[in-house]
C-alpha cells in the first residue's frame, strides 16, 4: 500500500476539553508531516455501537492505508486489550471492546495485539501515549505485527438484526443523526426481499403511520410529513421534511420500529 500520512480520530471527547488538541500535537510531533482528520469527538461517552455506525460508513472513503484511530472505551484490561488491526487495506487502532465485529462484515486481515510501552507511566490516556506511537508506525509504513502479538479472534458483541416474521419486519433504531433523521438495522436487501415492493405501514409504539412506498429524496414528500427512505449508509431511514422525525415521533436509540407490508 501506498504510504499516504492520513491519521484520523474518532472519540468521545466531545469539542470542550483539551485531549483531542493534545492527541494532534503528539501525532505531528512524531509525525510532522501527518495529515490528521477529524471524524468526530462527539460519539456519546463510552457507546461503542455509535462509533461503529460512524466508523463503519465513513473508512471506505479514505484512500488505502489510512490510519484510523478509535479512541472510544478506551482503557485496557486482560479481557480488553489494546489492537491495531488491518482490514480492507485500513489501519484501526483501539481496545477490543466489541467495537470492530460490530463495525466489519468480516474479520480483519491482520490483529495485532499490542505489546509497544506506553510513552507515559499514566494508564488513563492510552490514546496519546500508546495508539500514537501505534499510528505512527503504520502511517510510516511499517508492519504491524511489529507491534505486538499476532491474534486470530476480536471480541465479540452481537450485531442487533432486525426480526423478520412473514409480514413484518421487526426492526431497532441504530443512529439517529444531527436532523434527528432516524436509521434502522434494516438493510435495504432485506427491506426488498420481505416486502416484494408491497405497500407498507410502521408501526411506531403502538401507532401505525400509513407510508406505503420508500422515496427517494426528503422533498418527495410534503413539509412535516414522513418519508422512509434508503440511506446512503446502507440502512432504511425514517425521517420527516424538514422536521424532526426522532422527537416528533418520541423515538431514541435501540427502540423497536414494525414495519408491516400489506397482505
Do not use: C
Not at 439517529?176 to 427491506?191: C, M, P, Q
Request: glycine share 8%; no cysteine; charged share 20%.
Amino acid at each position: 500500500m501506498a504510504q499516504v500520512n492520513i491519521i484520523t480520530l474518532t472519540t468521545d471527547w466531545g469539542p470542550r476539553d483539551h485531549y483531542a488538541g493534545v492527541v494532534k500535537g503528539a501525532i505531528l510531533s512524531k509525525l510532522p508531516e501527518a495529515r490528521i482528520v477529524d471524524i468526530t469527538h462527539q460519539i456519546p461517552p463510552f457507546n461503542v455501537k455509535q462509533a461503529s455506525f460512524i466508523l463503519r460508513n465513513s473508512f471506505p472513503h479514505f484512500p488505502d492505508g489510512t490510519v484510523h484511530i478509535v479512541g472510544v472505551n478506551t482503557e485496557e484490561s486482560e479481557l480488553t486489550p489494546h489492537i491495531a488491526l488491518l482490514y480492507r487495506n485500513h489501519y484501526f487502532i483501539g481496545a477490543d471492546n466489541g467495537i470492530f465485529t460490530l463495525m466489519f462484515d468480516g474479520l480483519p486481515d491482520k490483529i495485532v495485539e499490542l505489546t509497544i510501552p506506553q510513552d507515559s507511566g499514566h494508564f488513563i490516556f492510552s490514546t496519546r501515549d500508546r495508539f500514537v506511537k501505534a499510528a505512527v508506525h503504520l502511517a510510516t509504513g511499517k508492519p504491524v505485527e511489529e507491534l505486538g502479538d499476532v491474534r486470530n479472534e476480536l471480541k465479540a458483541l452481537i450485531s442487533m438484526q432486525p426480526q423478520i416474521n412473514g409480514n413484518i419486519i421487526s426492526g431497532r433504531v441504530i443512529y439517529i443523526d444531527n436532523y434527528e433523521n432516524v436509521f434502522l438495522n434494516i438493510t435495504e436487501k432485506e427491506f426488498l426481499e420481505t416486502g416484494m415492493r408491497r405497500r407498507f405501514s410502521l408501526n411506531i409504539k403502538g401507532k401505525t403511520h400509513p407510508v406505503n412506498v420508500v422515496r427517494n429524496a426528503y422533498s418527495d414528500v410534503p413539509e412535516g410529513e414522513i418519508a422512509v427512505l434508503f440511506s446512503t449508509t446502507g440502512y432504511l431511514e425514517i425521517a420527516i421534511n424538514k422536521g424532526n422525525a426522532s422527537s416528533l415521533l418520541g423515538l431514541r436509540n435501540d427502540d423497536v420500529v414494525l414495519i408491516e407490508f400489506a397482505r
